[in-house]
């Protein structure tokens, strides 16, 4: 099955500076990568997805970015703030051949001092 | 608010019990999962239904089982419980295959 894993497990930045999180994945087959941001006893959100057919989006200081000949793809936080401090979730899935479940990477803990 | 309601928020019980997790998915949507995410642990896939019908399974425990109801609401059954089934449980729904899945905001089980 679908292997997904995630780097790094935990990040420190400065107020302001740009946060970066890898993820891979096994499965060529895999078409949809959501990420989730979850806060300290709460539910995960989604916050940006991407499809197989697009490299890019961007959604304000937010941006995902999808090689899929690498079978990688990363989130990308601009002019971070104290409050995107969470535990960031990546996860695949091959959609509709597999009940569209989400395999989810292992999760990154950010933390954005002031 | 998601949408997505799931009770109860939070379940104390003893170790070999049996308790009964549940789901209402957001209007609309068809499909159910449920996830255990055990104390600083990532999210694992338990088992997905599709309206009404078992759709996909994981890394789910033989003590454990789901149902989805007409209603498209899901139980989740968890039987003689271990300490370590102590976790938050989340559910998730989407409206079809392939489009974003959207999270309760979980049940925190206690196993004592």
């Known amino acids: 099955g679908e292997n997904v894993e995630q780097h790094p497990s935990t990040l420190s930045v400065q107020e302001g500076d740009s946060a970066v999180i890898k993820c891979t994945y096994s499965?060529?087959?895999?078409?949809?990568f959501p990420w989730y941001k979850q806060e300290l006893g709460k539910r995960p959100q989604l916050i940006i997805d991407?499809?197989?057919?697009?490299g890019e989006k961007k959604d304000q200081r937010i941006a995902v970015t999808l090689n899929k000949t690498a079978k990688h793809f990363s989130l990308h936080i601009t002019e971070t703030q104290p409050e995107d401090s969470a535990v960031y979730f990546c996860?695949?899935?091959?959609?509709?051949?597999?009940?569209?479940?989400?395999?989810f990477g292992g999760g990154t803990r950010l933390m954005v001092k002031p | 608010d998601s949408g997505v309601t799931q009770t109860p928020k939070h379940l104390i019980t003893a170790t070999g019990q049996r308790v009964t997790l549940r789901c209402s998915p957001r209007?609309?949507?068809?499909?159910v999962y449920w996830y255990q995410q055990s104390l600083d642990q990532g999210l694992q896939f338990l088992i997905q239904?599709?309206?009404?019908?078992?759709?996909a399974k994981g890394n789910i425990l033989e003590r454990f089982s789901a149902q989805q109801f007409p209603d498209l609401h899901s139980e989740l059954n968890l039987s003689s419980l271990e300490l370590g089934d102590s976790a938050l449980y989340f559910c998730?729904?989407?409206?079809?295959?392939?489009?974003?899945?959207?999270f309760g905001q979980g049940t925190r089980l206690t196993v004592v």
């Open positions: 998730a729904s989407s409206f079809r295959h392939n489009t974003e899945a959207f």
């Open positions: 499965d060529s087959a895999s078409n949809y």
């Open positions: 991407i499809r197989s057919n697009v």
């Open positions: 996860a695949a899935s091959r959609g509709r051949n597999a009940g569209n479940m989400l395999t």
């Open positions: 209007s609309g949507d068809l499909s």
């Open positions: 239904y599709y309206n009404g019908e078992e759709r």
